[in-house]
């Protein structure tokens, strides 16, 4: 029997395999083929601040999974007496909670004049002020200095984290289409990709074999039930972003007290 012919055995038992591998946990949604022209409602956070000392300034984020190293943003900060605005995309997804960790592994003070979330046009969607960060855990202060705000760590902190209180989860305009656009684009270049792997294996195999071999309608069946296992096989690469995209399509923020 032709090995690439579709049969109701080899259906069912891709199919199966293909359920069990999109089942797995994929730490790191893969994006195959990511958007060329995202719309303005993508956000992105921007900050302005200086430190008086080196170390990794993070912003954690949480999206449903808790704060994680995957959904955290970083970079490394020296001593300056210039506030340096940096300016991050935020994933298209609900987030929920944000914190700020002023220095990584030692004490310092964290000068911020600036700290909001705008869309791509630069539309103010939020702005932060002193009051919403939270002496949560080794901040010694969050006291006010001209045009901004000052975090201080405690003298023998390591780890210093201060919660950012949040009015409302911020769910970007258009997330959902955004994500629908993804998954499809990132499903459809890696289904193509292998389909032609296994048309080029199918082919190759066939070389010698009569002409009759490829004639129709053998030959679709073939094609057809290779461009079936091509599709799995992207779900299964793609299964990270296929979740997440249907979990945040699903949130429904709570609803706000009166």
């Not at 946990?25 to 993508?42: A, M, R, V």
């Not at 769910?171 to 499809?184: D, F, H, S, V």
């Given at each position: 029997?032709?090995?690439?012919?579709?049969?109701?055995?080899?259906i069912?038992f891709?199919?199966?395999?293909?359920?069990?591998?999109?089942?797995l946990?994929?730490?790191?949604?893969l994006e195959?083929?990511?958007l060329?022209?995202p719309?303005?409602?993508?956000q992105?956070?921007q900050?302005t601040?200086?430190?008086?000392?080196t170390?990794?300034?993070?912003?954690?984020?949480?999206t449903?999974?808790?704060?994680?190293?995957?959904?955290?943003?970083?970079?490394p900060?020296?001593?300056?007496d210039?506030a340096?605005?940096?300016?991050?995309?935020?994933?298209?997804?609900?987030?929920?909670?944000?914190?700020?960790?002023?220095?990584?592994?030692?004490?310092?003070?964290?000068?911020?004049?600036?700290?909001?979330?705008?869309?791509?046009?630069?539309?103010?969607?939020?702005r932060?002020?002193?009051?919403?960060?939270?002496?949560?855990?080794?901040?010694?202060?969050?006291?006010?200095?001209?045009g901004?705000?000052k975090v201080?760590?405690?003298l023998?902190?390591?780890?210093a984290?201060?919660?950012?209180?949040?009015?409302?989860p911020?769910?970007a305009?258009?997330?959902?289409?955004?994500?629908?656009?993804?998954?499809?684009?990132?499903?459809?270049y890696?289904?193509?990709?292998?389909?032609?792997?296994?048309?080029?294996?199918?082919?190759?195999l066939?070389?010698?074999q009569?002409?009759?071999?490829f004639r129709?309608?053998?030959?679709?069946?073939?094609?057809?039930?290779?461009?079936?296992?091509?599709l799995?096989?992207?779900?299964?690469?793609?299964?990270?972003?296929?979740?997440?995209?249907?979990?945040?399509a699903?949130?429904?923020?709570?609803?706000?007290?009166?």
């Amino acid at each position: 029997m032709d090995p690439f012919h579709p049969t109701q055995s080899r259906i069912l038992f891709a199919s199966v395999v293909a359920i069990a591998g999109f089942l797995l946990p994929q730490k790191i949604p893969l994006e195959y083929y990511s958007l060329n022209n995202p719309s303005s409602g993508l956000q992105y956070l921007q900050i302005t601040c200086a430190a008086n000392t080196t170390d990794l300034v993070k912003v954690s984020l949480d999206t449903g999974r808790g704060f994680n190293d995957i959904e955290t943003i970083q970079w490394p900060i020296s001593p300056s007496d210039t506030a340096y605005t940096y300016t991050f995309p935020l994933p298209d997804a609900p987030i929920r909670k944000m914190r700020l960790a002023p220095f990584e592994t030692k004490p310092g003070e964290l000068t911020i004049t600036n700290f909001r979330i705008i869309n791509r046009t630069g539309q103010e969607i939020c702005r932060f002020n002193r009051d919403a960060f939270q002496r949560s855990y080794q901040i010694a202060a969050v006291m006010p200095v001209v045009g901004g705000w000052k975090v201080i760590t405690n003298l023998n902190a390591t780890r210093a984290f201060s919660d950012i209180k949040l009015g409302r989860p911020l769910i970007a305009e258009g997330m959902n289409t955004r994500n629908l656009q993804r998954c499809l684009l990132s499903c459809a270049y890696l289904s193509l990709m292998v389909w032609i792997l296994l048309l080029a294996v199918h082919f190759a195999l066939k070389i010698d074999q009569s002409a009759s071999a490829f004639r129709f309608p053998h030959s679709a069946f073939a094609i057809f039930f290779l461009a079936f296992i091509a599709l799995l096989f992207s779900a299964i690469g793609n299964r990270g972003l296929i979740k997440n995209s249907i979990r945040y399509a699903l949130y429904r923020p709570p609803m706000q007290a009166r």
